[in-house]
């Protein structure tokens, strides 16, 4: 509160009524700018600051006219006690047409998450524990859920490729369906066994890095410790509506794999082992480019012999590949 200093009332040498009525006044202006109370002040004037002690901890409430609108009472602080949303969008009908930008906004940093609930749905948290960020999807999700981290040239995204049906087994020489206990796929064991996957490049592919064909298979019979699973095929890329599938394939590098030691990894249904083929993005003949249709044909290099695995059953085959640092799957 201000402090003045007493008005001087003497008869003879004092404050002139006409100061005195001045300086009054000026008291009386200064006053209705700070009030203290469990009701606002009446008649409030444009930027009186009051401090609404009816509610604990109390607020600190400021009359303003916000969008053109009648003067109000308008909540200051604290914080992390407002009464309702902050509200960032200037418009008087909330289209959200140009929202204001929040600066400096920061997630709430914790060691650990808060209990997810439906009255916090929506809320953000950065658990500082190992850098990651987490939603809470209680809603949806029934919990916490975590935001996925991008970090370009590092962070690998993944498309299953189809193996339903006999779509993509080749017309002469097809690999048979065969089951492994619980799982089903396609036994490969013969080198003229050939199957095509055709899908199109993510657009979330980062653009400067070789496609990864992944084959999950297990074995169709017990193998020497050690033995290879040999892959190799070819690879055609093909851009939409300006070239054909008889366009000249890209031999693709041979991949193999080491079924180890394990007796269980060698054993009849052992595994899963996984054979990693690679496609060259920068091939002159079938480069690889965002969007464009890729047609990859596989089959084994080698089946049995010395130190070679004879047939293996692939049920599950991707494509694995670097992303931009944003995620944007389309």
């Known amino acids: 509160m201000p402090t003045w200093d007493p008005l001087d009332d003497d008869p003879a040498t004092g404050d002139s009524i006409p100061v005195a009525f001045l300086e009054l006044e000026g008291r009386t202006l200064e006053l209705r700018q700070g009030f203290v109370g469990a009701v606002p002040p009446t008649d409030p004037q444009d930027g009186q600051v009051w401090i609404d002690t009816a509610q604990t901890p109390y607020r600190v409430m400021r009359y303003l006219r916000i969008d053109g609108g009648p003067a109000s009472w308008q909540p200051e602080g604290p914080l992390s006690r407002l009464p309702a949303s902050i509200n960032a969008d200037p418009s008087p009908v909330d289209d959200r047409d140009a929202p204001f930008e929040h ?54 995204d993944t498309v299953e490729l189809a193996l339903e049906g006999d779509v993509g087994n080749d017309a002469t020489n097809p690999p048979s369906k065969q089951r492994k206990g619980v799982l089903e796929g396609w036994l490969f064991d013969d080198v003229a066994e050939r199957r095509t996957f055709a899908f199109v490049v993510p657009r979330n592919w980062q653009g400067a890095s070789a496609l990864r064909l992944r084959l999950f298979q297990v074995l169709d019979q017990a193998e020497i410790a050690g033995n290879d699973v040999e892959w190799t095929g070819e690879v055609r890329t093909l851009i939409p509506g300006q070239e054909k599938v008889s366009k000249a394939a890209t031999p693709l590098v041979d991949a193999i794999t080491n079924i180890g030691a394990d007796p269980e990894g060698i054993d009849d249904g052992g595994g899963p082992h996984v054979t990693e083929l690679a496609i060259d993005h920068t091939d002159p003949a079938n480069p690889v480019s965002s969007g464009c249709l890729v047609l990859a044909t596989l089959w084994r290099k080698t089946v049995s012999g010395a130190g070679k695995a004879s047939g293996t059953v692939v049920f599950r085959a991707d494509l694995a590949y670097a992303q931009t640092a944003r995620h944007e799957r389309a």
């Not at 939603?135 to 859920?145: F, I, R």
């Open 103 to 156: 600066l400096a906004l920061r997630l709430e940093n914790r060691n650990a998450l808060p209990p997810a609930t439906p009255t916090n749905a929506g809320l953000l948290v950065y658990r500082i524990t190992d850098g990651e960020a987490w939603l809470s999807d209680m809603l949806v999700s029934g919990g916490w859920k975590g935001l996925l981290s991008i970090t370009q040239n590092a962070s690998f």
